[in-house]
């Protein structure tokens, strides 16, 4: 059993920050990739930031430079700081990793948060 929850969310003006949190939980072997995925009231929908087990990461061109993805390995969090936000960015963000654990056999499966909501206003 793996859970995912991510926190952060919630409501700020346009060129606010924001920094989103996602723990994962349970028995856990290894996380190998961990990202966020976000989905707009236009139903918009992908891939926001991506990072592997070694730190290297991946934007969406949409965000680069604005965004920046991290993780804690001791404690199986991925982080999103989020600066300079725009309306656009308005959304539900997700959490997901490639997650292994011994009931798996160490094959590593996708588990996804139920997501945060964040929303930017003018």
């Known amino acids: 059993q793996v859970q995912l929850a991510e926190s952060g969310g919630g409501l700020v003006q346009a060129g606010g920050s924001l920094e989103l949190s996602c723990a994962a939980s349970?028995?856990?072997?290894?996380?190998?990739?961990m990202s966020w995925y976000r989905r707009t009231p236009r139903n918009e929908r992908g891939m926001v930031a991506s990072?592997?087990?070694?730190?290297?990461?991946t934007y969406a061109d949409s965000v680069e430079g604005r965004f920046t993805i991290s993780r804690d390995n001791a404690k199986n969090t991925v982080y999103l700081q989020m600066n300079s936000l725009k309306a656009e960015d308005t959304g539900v963000y997700y959490c997901y990793g490639n997650v292994a654990t011994p009931s798996t056999s160490w094959a590593p499966r996708i588990y996804w948060g139920r997501g945060t909501q964040v929303t930017v206003s003018s």
């Open positions: 990072i592997t087990s070694g730190g290297r990461t």
């Open positions: 349970g028995s856990i072997f290894r996380i190998d990739d």
